[in-house]
């Protein structure tokens, strides 16, 4: 199943061919990256 996923051009996918303790990483550093964004988002608009 994840051979044939990695063959995807999805980057979602492609996911799947990295090492688990990789996917871990990468989706630790996507929800950082998420959560600084919002955090950001709410200074700009001026809310908390």
Known sequence: M???LCLSPVPATA???L???F???VLQAI???M???RARFHI???TD
């Open 2 to 4: 994840c051979s044939l």
């Open 15 to 17: 996911l799947c061919c």
């Open 19 to 21: 090492p688990l303790h």
């Open 23 to 25: 996917q871990k990483l």
């Open 31 to 33: 929800k950082c990256e």
């Open 35 to 37: 959560k600084d964004v």
């Open 44 to 46: 700009f608009r001026g």
